[in-house]
Nanobody, 120 residues
Framework: QVQLVESGGGLVQPGGSLRLSCAAS????????MGWYRQAPGKQRELVAS??????NYADSVKGRFTISRDNAKNTVYLQMTALKPEDTAVYYC???????????????WGQGTQVTVSS
């Protein structure tokens, strides 16, 4: 069993910053991509940022404002968000692509989500 636990969401004023964290625990053999998605009310879930050993990828809407990073020793991925805008308001979900054994298939796991609200 694998569990992803997110933290760091909350209410922030426009222009402010937040850092989200997501720690994976359980039966983890190898971790591949990790990332963050978000879902605003009435909208589809969308990719915010992802990170692999080969680099990072960002949605155009957050480039230059958000930074994704990971600590492989801690199986943790972070999302540093700056210059936040009201349109960044959403539930943010982390994901991790990993397997639980050398012969096991790679699966995608999701966190439970953390609310980010940008409002004055």
């Amino acid at each position: 069993q694998v569990q992803l636990v997110e933290s760091g969401g909350g209410l922030v004023q426009p222009g402010g910053s937040l850092r989200l964290s997501c720690a994976a625990s359980g039966s983890i053999f190898s971790m591949y991509a990790m990332g963050w998605y978000r879902q605003a009310p009435g909208k589809q879930r969308e990719l915010v940022a992802s990170i692999t050993s080969g680099g990072t990828n960002y949605a155009d809407s957050v480039k230059g404002r958000f930074t994704i990073s990971r600590d492989n020793a801690k199986n943790t991925v972070y999302l540093q968000m700056t210059a936040l805008k009201p349109e960044d308001t959403a539930v943010y979900y982390c994901n991790a692509d990993l397997n639980s054994g050398a012969a096991a298939s790679v699966r995608r796991y999701w966190g439970q989500g953390t609310q980010v609200t940008v409002s004055s």
